[in-house]
């Protein structure tokens, strides 16, 4: 058990400009032990119809897996005589500020490295083989699979180690538990695997030249002093809410024994699982990642949040970590993470479920997951009568009223494939593909821009008489503007601004007759409309009302910080809320819109509670995905609802984008953006991070996906000046014209920034590639088709056809297909 600690830094005015990197738990190695009575020396062992599982004692033993079409060739395979499997007890700090998070990892309590195989088995899925403990109920969804064998591998992992005050005591311990590892066949191309730790056993030793009445009084004192502080700290609290379900098995005279076995309720919450690698293996993938194309080397967090401001590009992150604490992100910080990869040699893996997770690829041939598996609970835990290693007990003290992060399980998937392409055909046909896209959207500009009707009406005059291929006019800022410390910001409150925009229905109908949609914005956040004068709704307090937004530990609406103000979020999990949004949507669509960015979904706050009552810090990976799927299923039910015109022009059907994601994520979003990058040409957070955004998300499944023509964030200070130069727009066309979308962005400060309107440079230069866009649409209405049909990018990196190519492989930004 370990306490996870959430540090709130969202108010602090002057924060360290450069912030460390989060501790993480180091690079677990131990032993590999064999039960030579148990275990033959060699074992070929079938995985369903088209895998098999080799087993080797040579060297020290090792396991590896391949595809039955390439029997030589290894998809997944252990280091001999290394331990694959091992566990931690660790604690835990989140730091969170505005969306951005920092995981750390602080004191490690025990760690169980080494390991030993006893039995490598085959069992009928339906066999009474400890079901219930093991939760094998998932391997009988597939039905195609159900008759074939799970290969189940026990044995214990352990540790030699003992924790340094242990050591200057009469007591000192080592630990050990069982573990499973089943693998079964879910497709003709996928191997599951599941890893599950039993509870720890912790052998207690004491010291030969110590007194046991010496130990024994030692353990008494310290009892009485924590038995008083526990008392002043609980008071009646604790005597109400205890819980006396824990059970120890020892006595007084077994404590003064040589040793004896203690066996807790305490489990592991860092699960890892170790495999091999080769040195000049590449690796891809890792949902959207910003600064770079092959992790090898590197440590990859799985979590959504906050891109960052800079990451890293300086003296931008400076700035952005001086006013707001890590709002600068670093090169890991993304909105649209997965668990995913894919390497040179072709081979490929993810985990499923929502838990943070760490991919360690530090070491040259050897790769390590690490995943935590959490849940948000307050625990009381009777100690004191029953526990008899004192040391113990004092840890156990220390963690009864906190947050805790548990977890002993991991699971996933190893992939097989011939090529890029066909891994990703496998992989996105178990999460999901994005249908086509609609024709109006991908046929021309969508132009992104704010100021009220009669400024579109002006600038749609202008882009008339450049005769600019229109697909829509994106105006984000049609619930309303206010001015903020960052810049131009909306009411989020979804509703029609009538002061901004009078006559938005008669503005809606006149494009419609030249053929032109209206895309608008929203978000699964509420802002406190107290201070704007001519809402006509109040959709936070109809929320509140309703008891659908995401509550604190007090049973309060969650007051999230968000940029500049403070939010209430959505909850997602609760069974009123998606219904509750979708009437908003219809609200919107009946005016005739056709399209919305669905922004944000990577914010939940980590000690949120919802009503589902899910550990938030999984919810918080799920959470974008649950927006995706809100939205996703208005499009659906509106066009089936849909009759006469709308229903059979495809000209009318809806499109939502959004920039936060998870794994399964592209089987809900229809079209993904890439958030808000710097108005520059760095590589971390500008123009070249877009490319690198866009390549690394088509590896993972994200098959639409685009920028801001010119980027987003604009900083406009004494000694910091970041404003969109005209260079860098021109620059930005040329690129976003070989993309899925060409829409444009004013930016969070449209004043400071070069504007496709500006002058007639920049209108004769977006004019032409607006027109170069509209003309290779034929070739991308195929790319959109394929992409629904198997997951292929529309804009792909080299290394998908022409993976064997060393030069393609080491490309980051330099150039796409």
């Known amino acids: 058990m370990s306490t996870l600690k959430i540090t709130k830094k969202h108010h602090r005015h002057l924060n360290n400009p450069f912030p460390s990197t989060p501790t993480s738990l180091p690079f677990i190695q131990g032993n590999l032990f064999i039960n030579s009575q148990t275990l033959p020396p060699n074992q070929n062992s079938p995985l369903g119809k088209d895998f098999q599982l080799l087993w080797s004692t040579q060297n020290g033993g090792h396991l590896s897996i391949s595809h039955l079409s390439h029997p030589s060739k290894s998809l997944w395979s252990t280091i001999p005589g290394q ?174 024994g040589e040793s004896n076995v203690v066996e807790t309720a305490l489990e592991f919450n860092r699960v890892c699982l170790t495999y091999a690698s080769e040195r000049n293996e590449r690796f891809f993938g890792f949902g959207e990642q910003f600064s770079h194309m092959d992790f090898k080397g590197k440590r990859v967090p799985i979590f959504v949040q906050e891109q960052g401001i800079g990451r890293g590009d300086q003296p931008i992150t400076f700035a952005a970590n001086l006013v707001s604490y890590r709002a600068g992100g670093d090169w890991s910080t993304t909105y649209a993470p997965s668990p995913f990869y894919m390497t040179s040699k072709m081979r490929s893996l993810y985990l499923e479920g929502y838990n943070y997770s760490v991919f360690d690829l530090t070491q040259h041939d050897r790769v390590q997951l690490q995943v935590n598996e959490c849940y948000k609970a307050v625990k009381e835990l009777d100690c004191f009568e029953a526990h008899s290693d004192f040391k113990t007990c004092s840890f156990l003290f220390s963690v009864c009223w906190s947050l805790q992060i548990h977890g002993n399980a991991m699971q996933g998937r190893i992939l097989h494939g011939n090529s890029p392409l066909e891994i990703i055909e496998h992989f996105t046909e178990a999460i999901g593909r994005p249908p086509e896209l609609p024709e109006w959207v991908i046929s021309g500009a969508v132009v992104g ?121 959505l909850d997602l999990t609760h069974p009123l809320t998606a219904n509750w949004f979708k009437q908003i949507l219809q609200e919107m669509v009946d005016d005739g819109v056709r399209g919305w960015m669905a922004d944000f979904g990577e914010g939940l706050p980590v000690d949120a509670v919802l009503y589902s009552g899910e550990d938030p810090i999984a919810a918080h990976n799920r959470y974008p995905e649950l927006w995706a799927q809100i939205n996703r299923e208005f499009v659906e039910e509106w066009k089936s609802h849909c009759t006469g015109k709308e229903r059979e022009d495809p000209q009318e059907d809806l499109v939502f984008f959004m920039r936060a994601g998870f794994r399964d994520s592209p089987k809900w979003g229809m079209l993904f953006w890439e958030g808000d990058q710097m108005v520059s040409w760095q590589a971390n957070d500008g123009i070249k991070s877009s490319v690198v955004a866009l390549l690394s998300s088509g590896l993972s499944g994200y098959a639409f996906n685009h920028s801001d023509i010119g980027g987003y964030c604009t900083m406009n200070l004494p000694f910091i000046r970041y404003c969109r130069t005209e260079e860098l727009l021109l620059r930005w066309m040329e690129l976003n014209a070989f993309t899925i979308v060409f829409r444009t962005h004013e930016g969070n400060k449209p004043w400071c920034n070069s504007q496709f309107y500006s002058n007639d440079k920049t209108l004769s230069h977006f004019a032409r590639f607006a027109k170069v866009y509209k003309a290779w649409k034929f070739y991308r209405v195929e790319l959109v088709k394929e992409a629904a049909r198997k997951g292929s990018p529309v804009c792909r990196h080299l290394f998908l056809h022409y993976p064997n190519d060393e030069r393609v492989q080491s490309l980051s930004y330099e150039q796409f297909l």
């Open 449 to 569: 821009m704010q100021g009220g009707t009669e400024t579109v009406r002006r600038v749609w005059d202008k882009l008339r008489t450049y005769k600019v291929p229109i697909s829509a006019f994106w105006l984000q800022d049609w619930v309303g503007q206010r001015e903020t410390f960052i810049g131009s910001q909306l009411w989020w409150n979804w509703e029609v601004d009538v002061t901004r925009y009078p006559g938005w229905q008669q503005l809606v109908k006149d494009l419609s007759k030249h053929y032109i949609k209206v895309m608008t914005y929203c978000n699964p956040c509420l802002a406190l409309m107290d201070e704007k004068p001519n809402k006509r709704r109040n959709l936070f307090e109809e929320a509140k009302e309703l008891d659908i937004l995401v509550k604190d530990d007090h049973g309060e609406p969650y007051m999230v910080p968000n940029t500049a103000f403070d939010v209430g979020m």
């Open 83 to 256: 331990a694959f499997i091992s566990a931690a007890m660790a604690e835990t700090e989140v730091e969170e500020s505005r969306g951005s998070f920092a995981i750390k990892d602080r004191d490690v309590h025990l760690v169980c490295d080494h390991q030993s195989i006893e039995n490598i088995i085959l069992i009928n899925q339906f066999d009474d083989f400890q079901l219930d403990y093991l939760d094998l109920d998932h391997l009988k969804t597939n039905s195609k699979f159900a008759d074939s064998p799970v290969l189940i591998i026990t044995g214990h992992i352990f540790s030699k180690r003992t924790k340094k005050w242990l050591q200057s005591s009469s007591i000192y311990r080592s630990a050990s538990a069982r573990y499973w590892v089943l693998f079964d066949q879910k497709e003709n191309n996928q191997i599951g695997f599941k890893v599950k730790i039993g509870q720890p056993k912790f052998q207690l030793h004491h010291h030969p030249k110590a007194s046991p009445s010496t130990s024994l009084g030692r353990y008494r004192r310290l009892r009485r002093k924590l038995w008083r502080q526990r008392k002043w700290k609980l008071g009646w609290c604790w005597f109400l809410t205890r819980t006396k379900g824990l059970s120890i098995n020892s006595s007084s005279e077994e404590e003064l």
